[in-house]
């Protein structure tokens, strides 16, 4: 069982940043891939970043390349998204997750075994 706690949310005008963190309990962080997903109202959640388990390999939404980054730091079983020029359309619910480390790129929602409670991102306009 891994425990996920995000944190980093808020309210932030267009073009703003924020970083999102999220806290993993357990001595087996580092044998997880970690994604970040996001939940807008009345909408399916959709994949946003991962990092593969070693922080080798990224990924990214094509609607967030460019603008967010993604990273870990397996020493503090903490990873990251750093979201720059935020615009109104990134306002959501963001999730990270964990799923076992596997070869299969990280960016499906079924493949995902373990889940924050979520942060709740506004952009404003």
């Known amino acids: 069982q891994v425990q996920l706690v995000e944190s980093g949310g808020g309210l932030v005008q267009a073009g703003g940043s924020l970083r999102l963190s999220c806290a993993a309990s357990?001595?087996?962080?580092?044998?997880?891939?970690v994604g970040w997903f996001r939940q807008a109202p009345g909408k399916e959640r959709k994949f946003v970043a991962a990092?593969?388990?070693?922080?080798?390999?990224?990924y990214y939404a094509d609607s967030v390349k460019g603008r967010f980054l993604i990273s870990r730091d397996n020493a503090k079983n903490t990873a990251y998204l750093q979201m720059n020029s935020l615009k109104p359309e990134d306002t959501a619910v963001y999730y990270c997750?964990?799923?076992?480390?596997?070869?299969?790129?990280?960016?499906?929602?079924?493949?995902?075994?373990?889940w924050g409670q979520g942060t709740q991102v506004t952009v404003s306009s």
């Open positions: 990092i593969t388990s070693s922080g080798g390999t990224t």
């Open positions: 997750a964990s799923r076992g480390a596997r070869e299969r790129p990280p960016v499906r929602v079924c493949e995902y075994d373990y």
């Open positions: 357990g001595r087996t962080f580092s044998s997880y891939d």
